[in-house]
């Protein structure tokens, strides 16, 4: 019998998907299941995106250019403008999501064998595109304790070797809703100048900034414009995954017209996706402040009633919609499949995503879970309890003292 690839082999599963088949079996039970594993949004999908999608008259769904539909291009451009990143329309190109842009900014940028510094915890999927380029991620770790802040710089140099060639952060940050400022960045970027790295930046939950704070692109780094590339996506900002838009951005045309080239070798981003996001543009200021305001309430309701759990500690995220928390158990894997597997509360259970998933370094994350914060408030009260409840009564809790 044939063996499949050892990349096949190296690539890890999905820690957020992966526990999706007891999920299932627990429904076919009769139980309600809490999905707070995932970052799908209950959040409506503006009005003129479906409005757009239901009026789409064309005779044929054809092919768009591999960069994306121009007028949505030119389009895209001008919100960028307008959030003060000078781009035009030929310094991005149309992904089929987010993914497909950080897919091919590695392949554009690394070689087999070259290594790529990531803050961890990180989204778990950074670690199957750098398989998929043959590249390897090089963690410098965040904690709990600080809030998931941008490690010390001198930590992440140390990191640096002749095969590293890139630099990569999440900003707000999947998992851990930290958001970088931009004395931070600023200071990263002179690590990116001094050893002539690329620094890729994924920034899809820009629109989800709290407290006051506002969001600083790397885009905007002075001296470094040409070892960027940003990318992005409408998943999130529009409550739009199922469309797979997102986005790459570079000022660099040498990695843009490499970029290009895997583009075209999958010939267009879809179609239907294109038309929904450059209506999705016309979305008015005032969808983001009910989203904005909505995300905010959900956000404090979680983090103080996750606090008040006996043995459980999660810190503030300043952004995104995901928070991590530590929990008094021995094994975050196993509890979150026995969750699903051998609990229920009043008929209910809740799917979380174990975090150690989220980290390259063996061993770290174990005792701690992302929660997605994308569920209304009265099922995030229902979500809280099931936990608190599941905790008193898990035979893996840890032993106080």
Not at 71 to 93: E, F, N, P, V, W
Not at 174 to 192: C, D, F, M, Q
Not at 361 to 369: A, F, I, K, N
Request: charged share 25%; net charge neutral.
């Amino acid at each position: 019998m044939p063996s499949i690839s050892d990349k096949g082999r190296k690539m890890p599963a999905s820690p957020i998907r992966r526990l999706v088949p007891y999920a299932e079996a627990s429904i076919r039970k009769g139980n309600k299941v809490y999905f707070l594993n995932i970052g799908q949004p209950d959040i409506p999908t503006p009005e003129v995106a479906l409005r757009a999608i239901r009026s789409f008259d064309e005779q044929v769904v054809k092919y768009s250019h591999s960069a994306g539909i121009e007028s949505y291009r030119r389009k895209l451009a001008g919100y960028y403008q307008k959030l003060g990143i000078d781009i035009d329309h030929t310094q991005l190109m149309v992904t089929t999501g987010g993914s497909e842009a950080i897919l091919f900014a590695m392949m554009s940028c690394l070689d087999p064998g070259d290594e790529i510094i990531i803050p961890e915890p990180f989204y778990a999927n950074y670690n199957g595109f750098a398989i998929e380029a043959d590249a390897k991620v090089v963690p410098v770790t965040s904690t709990i304790e600080d809030g998931f802040a941008l490690p010390p710089m001198e930590e992440i140099e140390k990191k640096i070797t002749p095969r590293t060639r890139a630099i990569m952060v999440c900003n707000p940050n999947n998992p851990t809703g930290y958001l970088y400022s931009r004395e931070e960045l600023e200071a990263l970027g002179k690590i990116v100048k001094k050893h002539d790295l690329f620094l890729f930046a994924d920034e899809v939950y820009r629109e989800f900034c709290y407290d006051g704070r506002e969001h600083f692109s790397v885009m905007n780094l002075s001296g470094i414009e040409e070892h960027v590339v940003l990318m992005d996506s409408v998943s999130k900002r529009y409550s739009e995954c199922g469309s797979r838009i997102g986005t790459l951005i570079t000022r660099n045309r040498e990695v843009y017209n490499t970029a290009l080239k895997f583009a075209q070798a999958r010939l267009s981003p879809p179609t239907f996706g294109q038309v929904a996001a450059e209506a999705s543009l016309d979305t008015p200021k005032s969808y983001f402040d009910k989203v904005y305001n909505e995300y905010v309430a959900r956000r404090d309701y979680l983090v103080e009633n996750l606090n008040r759990i006996d043995g459980v500690f999660t810190p503030k995220p300043g952004g995104a919609f995901y928070t991590i928390a530590r929990l008094p158990v021995d094994d975050a894997d196993t509890f979150a499949q026995w969750l699903l597997s051998d609990f229920s509360y009043h008929g209910a259970t809740v799917m979380v995503a174990p975090a150690s998933g989220f980290y390259a370094t063996p061993g770290l994350g174990r005792d701690e879970v992302r929660i997605a914060y994308v569920l209304k408030i009265d099922d995030l009260k229902h979500s809280v309890k099931i936990l608190e409840e599941a905790l008193k009564v898990y035979p893996g809790r840890k032993k106080e003292g």
